[in-house]
Structures are given as structure tokens and as C-alpha cells.
């Protein structure tokens, strides 16, 4: 049971006030009606605090700030009456006193009459207090989660970059400058359009297969230079695609996929030929190699196409397809195709 | 005699590379061969018989872990790698020689000068099957999941990859497997799976694929309903298929809890 001081001061506060001005339609001495009033008002605290939390389940029909006001309206009766009792010293009971019970009644419509008011702005003033706290939870719960997705976004950006390519690739490019290599400049320009293109692209939302087709491409030539007895790779692409929209990196994964599952794990390499055309009003996409092939698993193969699917359908509402089928005598065909959406320039 | 080495490395940039750095650092070393992959790797040690072997560990077909583990202790072995993850924390024992790309010379000159203190002292070498196991195992890549995420399955004429989470449910055909699954168009499709339902029962994640009836396996969430049937045994009902499947006695308190 909650009686802060504040409370209790606030009952005094009042109780006197009201004594104040009941003891100007009374005849008897002013302190007393304080000392009556004040009873009273105790009483209706007492009332207002238990019935705070007790009981502590209510059935569904009672609210619990309907029963704090019945129960101070029925306890300022018995309570006047007490108060009566208490502060009457004549032989003669209180209630036989006609100006006594006229007092009583004052009292006792005094309280009822203002009571339930004051208890209902308390009451208020506390729902204020609830909702203040509550909109702070949620300004909390919201820059939890804001942090959460940043941090989500974070490792998805720094998934993007493999150390391990990062690293060989560097490895490689030392290479071809300390030897003076007059490719050395080129492979950097394309590291340096892949790294630039790779990293800020989860934050869009959207690209353009041209901008795709160009990272594609920048990759290919970045792995060529490091398995150029075992890659080679054709890049078809249709003029008119260029402007067409798809989220970042759907291109990318599948080529990274065609490199990293079907040409890498290959002793002798292979190719990886890369179409992309329209017709109709849907965009196609087909990322073919004669790699090592398809095999059941758990492994990343099915991450990123998973999350790359998903990004589709989310992105055309359903109207994405995406497949992947084994090629003879070896090799895998990933196809994709969704309706065709221009990006404004 | 002159020590003699083989480098092992898939990329073509990186074994001159390291060629040029030996020579530098080691003039004496000979470089008898230069490996593509692991399976070279192999050949040309058996061939030459070198003293030392530079294994670069990511490399196609055999890795660069798995020739080692062919070489043994007959050769002082040499890992290049790429990246310093944790993983590769198991050659911080200080036991197994490793260097790192893009390689530095300093390392390259400490490893040369270890290797020719155990050469010159003819000490065995360092790399026993031990260790080579435990680098084995850190290497491995961790898996968040090791449930089936695809499947490699046969539509018609063709072979492809189907998601687990587009299957509806699995149903026992001789050797292999009869797959009933959804397309991205919503599309009820079936296909063949070269596995038995018994492998498959135990590489699908339980918490989503039940196994009901010995020749059945079904995804939860593509469950309608279960009536009771006669006998103790129920009938299954999907979602969006005319196909019924049978529940069998011993798989029927599975739904008895839902």
C-alpha cells in the first residue's frame, strides 16, 4: 500500500481546508470539525491506497479505479460516524444529538460530493504518469532496436568483404607491382570498383542491372587475375537492361556463387557465361558454369541465394523466380527472372 | 647438397611470387616444382622427394591440410595462408610453420632461418599427425546449422537444387525418395530424391520435419489438420493438396501433445 508522503500531505492539506469551511455552518469549535474532517479523510486514504492493490486480480467487469471510488464513497460514512463517535464526550451519543447528526450529514455529503472528484483527478494524474513512462519504454525499445538493425547492417556490410578475398587479391596485386607488371594498375581499378561498388550496396534498396553487370564484371577480372589458367567468363548482356531495377548484389551473389562453388574447387577451372535479356516485360537473368556441379548441403550456397530470394520476392511482391538446375555433364545454371521495372535516371 | 623445396599454390601469382622471395631469402633452397592444386602437390613430392614443402591451405580438389597429412614427417612443411582468423590461431602453438599473404620478407626470414636450423641439425620434422589433425578440425568451416538447407533432386529430365523450406513433405520410394514441394509461384511440384527417407530423416531439422509414418516425413508447417482413424492410426491433411498421408500407430503421439 502506497501512502507517500505526498499523499498524506495532499489528505491533510485538503481535510483541513474543508474543516475550515464546515466549521463556519457549525457551531462547535473549529479544531474539532479539523479533527473530524481529518478522520474522514484518512479514512478515504486508507480506502484509496488498499483498494490500489488489493485484490490483486479483479474480474474482468471491475475496473480498478471503478472500486477505489465505491470504496471511498462507503467508507465516508462509517468513517464520519467514527469521527463523530471519537470527538462527542457528552454522556449522550452523538447520534441523538440533533445538531450533531445534522452535522454528521454535512459531513458526510461533504465527503461524498467531493471525495470521488479529488480521487478521480489523483487517479488521472496517475494514468498521466503511466502513459509518460510508457512512451519512454517504447522511445527505448525503439532506439534499441534501431540500434539493433545498425548493427545488423554493420555485420552484413562486413560479411560483404571476405577476408580472404580481400587478402589474396591484395596478395596478388603486390605481386604484379613488385614485379612491375603493367597490369598491376588495371587489377587495382577493378579491386577498387569492386570494393567501392560491394561495400556501400546494402544501404540502397534498389540498383540497376547496369550498375550489376559492371561490379559482375569488375569481380570476374579481379578473379581472373588470380586464376587466369582457370577462368574465363563471357559477360551477354542486353543494351536495354541497363536502367532495369533489382536490389544490389543480385547479379554478384550468383556469380560469386558460379566462382566460389563451381569454378574454385575445380583442378582444372572453368567457364562462367553470364546472360542477361528481356522479353516480354519480364527481365532474365542466367549465370551458367561447367563447374564442379551441384551437391546437397548446409553450407553458404545456401545463404546467400536464400537471402537472395528472399530480397526478390519481397522486392517484386511474389513475381520472382528463381532456380537452379544441374548442367551436363557438369556444371550449374542459375536462372533468374522478375518483371521489369525502370529506375529514373 | 643443396636443400630442396616444392610450392604449392592455385594461384599462379602468388608461387612465382614466393619463388622470387626464396631466392632472395634463400639462395641455396632449389625450387624443384611448382604445384596447381593439391592432388599435384602429391605427385610432384613423391617424385622429387623435396625437403620442404610450401602449402598454400585453400586450394581446389585436396587442400593443402590433406597433403600434409599425405607428407607426414617426411618433409618440413610450410603453410601459406591467406587470412588470419581465429582459426588459424592453431599455428600460433609455434610448432607449425606458417606464413601469411601478402608474405612479408621478415617472416619469410624467420621461417628460412628455422628451417635450416632443423635441416642443418637433421631433426625430423616438426609436423606430426597430431597436430596436423587438430589444424584439420580448427579449419573446418563452422556451420551455424548443420541441417539440410537444399537438396539436389530430379524434375523430369532435369537436376535441381529445391530448398528444404519449399517442401511439403517426403514420401519413401524404394531406394530414393518422392519430394512434394512449391515453386516461387506457389506451384505444387513433386520430385526425386536420390536418397533414402532414412538419410533424410536424419539430415532434415526435427523442428520442422516430422517423421510420421516409416515411409513418411512431413513439414509442419505445411500441416492442415489430423483426424483420428481406425486402428489408432490418423490421417494427415495439407494445406492446398488433394494428398492424404497416413499417420502410423507408433507416430501418432507426436500430435497427441499439439
Not at chain 1, 481546508?17 to 479544531?31: K, N, R
Not at chain 1, 494524474?125 to 538493425?149: F, G, H, N, P, Y
Not at chain 1, 544441374?326 to 521495372?341: D, L, T
Not at chain 2, 614466393?18 to 617424385?47: H, K
Given at each position: 500500500?502506497?501512502?507517500?508522503?505526498r499523499?498524506?500531505?495532499?489528505?491533510?492539506?485538503?481535510?483541513?481546508?474543508?474543516?475550515?469551511?464546515?466549521?463556519?455552518?457549525?457551531?462547535?469549535?473549529?479544531?474539532?470539525v479539523?479533527?473530524?474532517?481529518?478522520?474522514?479523510?484518512?479514512?478515504?486514504?486508507?480506502?484509496?491506497?488498499?483498494?490500489?492493490?488489493?485484490?490483486?486480480?479483479l474480474?474482468?467487469?471491475?475496473?480498478?479505479?471503478?472500486?477505489?471510488?465505491v470504496?471511498?464513497?462507503?467508507?465516508?460514512?462509517?468513517?464520519?460516524?467514527?469521527a463523530?463517535?471519537?470527538?462527542?464526550t457528552?454522556?449522550?451519543?452523538?447520534?441523538?444529538?440533533?445538531?450533531?447528526?445534522?452535522?454528521?450529514?454535512?459531513?458526510?455529503?461533504?465527503?461524498?460530493?467531493?471525495?470521488?472528484?479529488?480521487?478521480?483527478g489523483?487517479?488521472?494524474?496517475?494514468?498521466?504518469?503511466?502513459?509518460?513512462?510508457?512512451?519512454?519504454?517504447?522511445?527505448?525499445?525503439?532506439?534499441?532496436?534501431?540500434?539493433?538493425?545498425?548493427?545488423?547492417?554493420?555485420?552484413?556490410?562486413?560479411?560483404?568483404?571476405?577476408?580472404?578475398?580481400?587478402?589474396n587479391?591484395?596478395?596478388?596485386?603486390?605481386?604484379?607491382?613488385?614485379?612491375?607488371?603493367?597490369?598491376?594498375?588495371?587489377?587495382?581499378?577493378?579491386?577498387?570498383?569492386?570494393?567501392?561498388?560491394?561495400?556501400?550496396?546494402?544501404?540502397?534498396?534498389?540498383?540497376?542491372?547496369?550498375?550489376?553487370?559492371?561490379?559482375?564484371?569488375?569481380?570476374?577480372?579481379v578473379?581472373?587475375?588470380r586464376?587466369?589458367?582457370?577462368?574465363?567468363?563471357?559477360?551477354?548482356?542486353?543494351?536495354?537492361?541497363?536502367?532495369?531495377?533489382?536490389?544490389?548484389?543480385?547479379?554478384?551473389?550468383?556469380?560469386?556463387?558460379?566462382?566460389?562453388?563451381?569454378?574454385?574447387?575445380?583442378?582444372?577451372?572453368?567457364?562462367?557465361?553470364?546472360?542477361?535479356?528481356?522479353?516480354d516485360?519480364?527481365?532474365?537473368?542466367?549465370?551458367?558454369?561447367?563447374?564442379v556441379?551441384?551437391?546437397?548441403?548446409?553450407h553458404?550456397?545456401?545463404?546467400?541465394?536464400a537471402?537472395?530470394?528472399?530480397?526478390?520476392?519481397?522486392?517484386?511482391?511474389?513475381?520472382?523466380?528463381?532456380?537452379?538446375?544441374?548442367?551436363?555433364?557438369?556444371?550449374?545454371?542459375?536462372?533468374?527472372?522478375?518483371?521489369?521495372?525502370?529506375?529514373?535516371? | 647438397?643443396?636443400?630442396?623445396?616444392?610450392?604449392?599454390?592455385?594461384?599462379?601469382?602468388?608461387?612465382?611470387?614466393?619463388?622470387?622471395?626464396?631466392?632472395?631469402?634463400?639462395?641455396?633452397?632449389?625450387?624443384?616444382?611448382?604445384?596447381?592444386?593439391?592432388?599435384?602437390?602429391?605427385?610432384?613430392?613423391?617424385?622429387?622427394?623435396?625437403?620442404?614443402?610450401?602449402?598454400?591451405?585453400?586450394?581446389?580438389?585436396?587442400?593443402?591440410i590433406?597433403?600434409a597429412?599425405?607428407?607426414?614427417?617426411?618433409?618440413?612443411?610450410?603453410?601459406?595462408?591467406?587470412?588470419?582468423?581465429?582459426?588459424?590461431?592453431?599455428?600460433?602453438?609455434?610448432?607449425?610453420?606458417?606464413?601469411v599473404?601478402?608474405?612479408?620478407?621478415?617472416?619469410?626470414?624467420?621461417?628460412?632461418?628455422r628451417?635450416?636450423?632443423?635441416i642443418?641439425?637433421?631433426?625430423?620434422?616438426?609436423?606430426?599427425?597430431?597436430?596436423?589433425?587438430?589444424?584439420?578440425?580448427?579449419l573446418?568451416?563452422?556451420?551455424?546449422?548443420?541441417?539440410?538447407?537444399?537438396?539436389?533432386?530430379?524434375?523430369?529430365?532435369?537436376?535441381?537444387?529445391?530448398?528444404?523450406?519449399?517442401?511439403?513433405?517426403?514420401?519413401?520410394?524404394?531406394?530414393?525418395?518422392?519430394?512434394?514441394?512449391?515453386?516461387?509461384?506457389?506451384?505444387?511440384?513433386?520430385?526425386?530424391?536420390?536418397?533414402?527417407?532414412?538419410?533424410?530423416?536424419?539430415?532434415?531439422?526435427?523442428e520442422?520435419?516430422?517423421?510420421?509414418?516409416?515411409?513418411?516425413?512431413?513439414?509442419?508447417?505445411?500441416?492442415?489438420?489430423?483426424?483420428?482413424?481406425?486402428?489408432?492410426?490418423?490421417?494427415?491433411?495439407?494445406?492446398g493438396?488433394?494428398?492424404v498421408?497416413?499417420?502410423?500407430?507408433?507416430?501418432?503421439?507426436?500430435?497427441?501433445?499439439?
Amino acid at each position: 500500500m502506497k501512502l507517500g508522503w505526498r499523499r498524506v500531505r495532499f489528505t491533510l492539506a485538503v481535510s483541513v481546508v474543508f474543516g475550515v469551511l464546515l466549521s463556519l455552518t457549525s457551531q462547535t469549535a473549529t479544531f474539532i470539525v479539523i479533527t473530524r474532517v481529518l478522520i474522514v479523510g484518512v479514512a478515504v486514504l486508507l480506502a484509496f491506497a488498499l483498494f490500489e492493490r488489493w485484490p490483486k486480480r479483479l474480474p474482468r467487469w471491475l475496473a480498478r479505479s471503478a472500486l477505489q471510488l465505491v470504496a471511498i464513497a462507503v467508507v465516508i460514512p462509517p468513517s464520519a460516524a467514527f469521527a463523530y463517535a471519537l470527538t462527542t464526550t457528552n454522556d449522550e451519543p452523538w447520534y441523538k444529538d440533533r445538531g450533531r447528526v445534522g452535522g454528521f450529514a454535512r459531513l458526510t455529503l461533504t465527503g461524498l460530493l467531493f471525495a470521488p472528484w479529488i480521487a478521480v483527478g489523483a487517479l488521472l494524474k496517475q494514468r498521466d504518469a503511466v502513459m509518460r513512462e510508457q512512451a519512454l519504454e517504447l522511445q527505448l525499445t525503439r532506439s534499441e532496436i534501431e540500434r539493433q538493425a545498425l548493427e545488423a547492417e554493420l555485420r552484413l556490410l562486413q560479411a560483404q568483404i571476405e577476408p580472404h578475398f580481400l587478402f589474396n587479391t591484395l596478395a596478388n596485386i603486390q605481386t604484379l607491382v613488385d614485379a612491375g607488371s603493367p597490369h598491376a594498375s588495371r587489377v587495382l581499378n577493378s579491386l577498387i570498383a569492386y570494393l567501392r561498388a560491394a561495400v556501400p550496396r546494402m544501404h540502397q534498396r534498389s540498383t540497376t542491372l547496369g550498375q550489376e553487370v559492371e561490379l559482375a564484371r569488375a569481380y570476374l577480372e579481379v578473379m581472373q587475375m588470380r586464376m587466369p589458367d582457370r577462368l574465363k567468363f563471357v559477360l551477354r548482356t542486353d543494351p536495354r537492361a541497363a536502367n532495369v531495377s533489382c536490389p544490389p548484389m543480385t547479379l554478384l551473389t550468383l556469380v560469386e556463387n558460379a566462382v566460389r562453388h563451381g569454378i574454385d574447387p575445380s583442378e582444372v577451372g572453368g567457364c562462367i557465361d553470364i546472360d542477361v535479356w528481356l522479353r516480354d516485360d519480364r527481365c532474365h537473368i542466367r549465370v551458367q558454369d561447367d563447374g564442379v556441379g551441384l551437391r546437397s548441403g548446409s553450407h553458404s550456397l545456401g545463404t546467400g541465394l536464400a537471402a537472395l530470394r528472399e530480397r526478390l520476392q519481397l522486392a517484386f511482391a511474389g513475381a520472382a523466380q528463381t532456380q537452379l538446375l544441374e548442367v551436363r555433364p557438369h556444371g550449374v545454371c542459375a536462372e533468374i527472372e522478375f518483371p521489369i521495372q525502370r529506375q529514373a535516371q | 647438397m643443396n636443400p630442396t623445396a616444392v610450392i604449392a599454390d592455385d594461384e599462379p601469382l602468388l608461387r612465382d611470387a614466393l619463388e622470387r622471395m626464396l631466392a632472395v631469402a634463400w639462395p641455396a633452397l632449389r625450387i624443384v616444382a611448382q604445384a596447381r592444386n593439391g592432388r599435384e602437390a602429391i605427385e610432384l613430392f613423391e617424385r622429387h622427394a623435396p625437403q620442404v614443402c610450401f602449402l598454400d591451405v585453400h586450394m581446389p580438389g585436396t587442400s593443402g591440410i590433406e597433403v600434409a597429412q599425405r607428407i607426414g614427417r617426411r618433409a618440413h612443411l610450410v603453410f601459406v595462408t591467406a587470412y588470419h582468423d581465429y582459426a588459424v590461431q592453431a599455428f600460433d602453438h609455434g610448432v607449425l610453420d606458417y606464413l601469411v599473404k601478402p608474405v612479408q620478407p621478415e617472416r619469410l626470414a624467420d621461417t628460412v632461418s628455422r628451417l635450416r636450423e632443423r635441416i642443418e641439425a637433421a631433426q625430423p620434422a616438426s609436423n606430426t599427425e597430431l597436430l596436423i589433425q587438430q589444424l584439420a578440425t580448427k579449419l573446418r568451416q563452422p556451420t551455424s546449422s548443420s541441417w539440410l538447407r537444399w537438396i539436389r533432386a530430379s524434375v523430369g529430365q532435369t537436376v535441381r537444387l529445391i530448398a528444404v523450406d519449399d517442401i511439403e513433405f517426403l514420401r519413401s520410394e524404394d531406394k530414393y525418395t518422392r519430394v512434394a514441394w512449391r515453386d516461387d509461384m506457389k506451384q505444387p511440384l513433386e520430385a526425386l530424391v536420390r536418397m533414402t527417407i532414412k538419410e533424410l530423416a536424419s539430415k532434415l531439422d526435427p523442428e520442422r520435419f516430422v517423421q510420421i509414418h516409416r515411409s513418411v516425413i512431413v513439414n509442419l508447417s505445411a500441416v492442415s489438420h489430423v483426424t483420428r482413424s481406425e486402428n489408432e492410426t490418423a490421417t494427415l491433411y495439407l494445406k492446398g493438396r488433394s494428398e492424404v498421408l497416413p499417420v502410423s500407430r507408433h507416430h501418432v503421439q507426436l500430435f497427441r501433445q499439439m
